[in-house]
């Protein structure tokens, strides 16, 4: 098997099991794996199978916000897909997404409300409480 093929494979698997952990409510939003744009082409049919399969919804994501969840990963010039049953899910994520950049665009991304951003969107991503502290302890160094 070539490398392309078993990429998109892992990929499509990836994007099968967020859907059927979105479905069941498991995980309120999740997110696939990164892709590059060029790779948009051949991972869409899959996204749109299995999301008619599990009767979810999904968001092309061009620019994912990046808090102190994720730490130093690198993101941009990546897309992903946001995978989600409900629409207030998304327009919460959109929300959060906006009030980040309009704390960037102040200079007030910092302190509280950096940690605050990284809080909800752990919440959006279904990872317990205890877990987005593990997460925020291991960033900040605490």
């Not at 051949?42 to 620019?63: D, T, Y």
């Not at 980040?100 to 409480?129: K, W």
């Amino acid at each position: 098997m070539d490398e392309g093929s078993f990429a998109l494979g892992k990929q499509v698997g990836e994007i099968k099991a967020w859907c059927e952990a979105s479905r069941s409510g498991a995980k309120e939003m999740s997110l696939s794996a990164p892709f590059s744009p060029e790779d948009y082409e051949a991972i869409l049919p899959h996204m749109e199978e299995q999301a008619r399969r599990n009767e979810v919804k999904f968001h092309l994501e061009k620019a994912l916000m990046g808090t102190d969840l994720f730490g130093e990963m690198e993101l941009s010039g990546t897309w992903v897909f946001i995978i989600y049953a409900e629409d207030e899910v998304l327009e919460r994520y959109l929300a959060l997404k906006a009030e980040m950049e309009g704390l960037e665009s102040e200079g007030a991304y910092l302190g509280d409300a950096r940690r605050r951003i990284a809080e909800g969107m752990g919440r959006l991503l279904g990872y317990s409480e205890a877990h987005i502290e593990r997460r925020l302890r291991m960033v900040y160094g605490e």
